[in-house]
């Protein structure tokens, strides 16, 4: 079995911490999961078996969005580290680099101790998320490596676009563990424990709290639907944007909906909550790289509203397995919620469909043998 130094820069887990999770959980005897920064993403993967290490105590500014200039700025500060990774990397077949900084560490220890670099791309290289430097660094540095994993068709097209190289550049979606959601709770109980009335339309929005996420157009949209529906936040900001949690704290206030709101910060039910729903709604104000949240509520068996860009378009087929809308369009996202109350049969026939698509396209073991695959061929070759 090939074995993998796997690098990841953050502590907490986001999307693509989840993701790594369940692509290193078969290589648990093989492998190494180093990070960048302390956190609850270590215990998540002790939780597995997997072996996990926090390989610098130096903090390293780890937040998605900031500078990867920044970062380079600092390349001195990290000459440690990388001497850490290309000695450790000598043990291991390959180095798997699942975030930006991962690739810059990743990149120049593979170039020192001459073992092929994969990178996992989980996000649309466009100007939405990047500055034209921080994307320029990125490619040339994925140029270099043997693979790159894309997490959907539009990640792979926005790395293209951006010059990344066509040659070894291939998307696989992430993969789901199905029997999490063979037996799902019953959300007569799950509304009990959350105090909510059962009579109450339950709106879930399951998302870091960050303003691209779009929290406040579902709050916005909450004034134009009937008085029982009501909205759960489940996320909470992992990467410091507390100022939009104090703005959509003063937006619940300004616009009276504090019966109709609940934050209930990070949680690690996200299942149970999300079957205890009776929509999820995903708001991004640009286009989502991919959309964990979107294929966890077609799972679930529970409506699902995204907005039509990025990856959530190869999820949802608008009409057919859930609703698309303008992001940031708040008319357009009321509108569908509005339509699942109105439409329950249809709605529900809908979800119906929904899961039996994303049980077929979303099974991690057939996504973690595409990915085996792929990783055979850079040993290989
Ligand atoms: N999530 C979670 N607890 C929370 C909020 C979110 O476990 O309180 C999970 C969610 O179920 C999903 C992931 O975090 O698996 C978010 O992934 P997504 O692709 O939707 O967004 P990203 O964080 O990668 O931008």
């Not at 068709?153 to 040659?167: E, H, L, M, T, V």
């Not at 960050?210 to 529906?229: D, F, M, N």
Request: with cysteine.
């Amino acid at each position: 079995m090939t074995k993998i130094l796997f690098l990841d820069q953050s502590g907490k887990p986001g999307g693509a911490e989840l993701c790594l999770l369940d692509i290193a959980k078969p290589y648990q005897d093989n492998c190494l999961v180093g990070l960048f920064a302390e956190g609850t993403f270590r215990q998540l993967l002790e939780k597995q078996q997997i072996p996990v290490e926090v390989l610098t105590t130096k903090a390293i500014e780890v937040r998605k969005e900031s500078s990867l200039v920044k970062g380079l700025g600092s390349l001195g500060q990290l000459i440690p580290l990388i001497n850490r990774v290309a000695a450790l990397s000598r043990n291991y077949d390959l180095i798997y680099a699942n975030t930006q900084k991962a690739l810059v560490v990743g990149a120049i220890a593979s170039f020192i101790s001459r073992r092929p670099l994969v990178y996992h791309l989980h996000d649309i290289l466009s100007l939405d998320h990047f500055s034209a430097t921080n994307r320029r660094i990125a490619v040339t540095l994925a140029n270099g490596a043997a693979l790159v994993i894309a997490n959907s068709q539009a990640s792979q097209a926005a790395f293209i676009a951006a010059g990344g190289r066509k040659d070894i550049v291939e998307f696989v979606y992430n993969g789901f563990d199905l029997a999490l959601y063979e037996h799902l709770p019953n959300p007569t109980a799950i509304k009990q424990q959350l105090g909510i009335q059962e009579d109450k339309f339950v709106v879930g929005h399951f998302s870091r709290l960050s303003p691209w996420k779009g929290q406040h157009i579902l709050l916005e949209a909450l004034t134009r639907c009937p008085e029982k529906v009501t909205a759960l936040f489940v996320g909470d900001a992992l990467f410091g944007e507390q100022d939009y949690v104090q703005q959509l704290h003063a937006q619940v206030a300004e616009l009276n909906l504090e019966n109709r709101v609940k934050f209930l910060g990070f949680r690690d039910d996200v299942t149970s909550l999300m079957a205890a729903c009776d929509m999820v709604t995903h708001t991004s104000t640009v286009a989502e790289p991919f959309g964990r949240v979107i294929v966890e509520a077609m799972l679930c068996g529970t409506p699902v509203v995204a907005t039509s860009a990025g990856g959530a378009r190869e999820l949802v087929e608008a009409g057919i397995t859930g609703w698309l809308v303008a992001p940031g369009d708040v008319m357009e996202l009321a509108a569908a919620i509005n339509d699942c109350i109105n439409q329950p049969e249809q709605s529900a026939s809908m979800a119906r469909d929904a899961k039996l698509q994303a049980t077929r396209r979303f099974n991690v073991a057939a996504i973690n043998q595409q990915i085996a695959q792929l990783l055979n061929k850079v040993v290989k070759t």
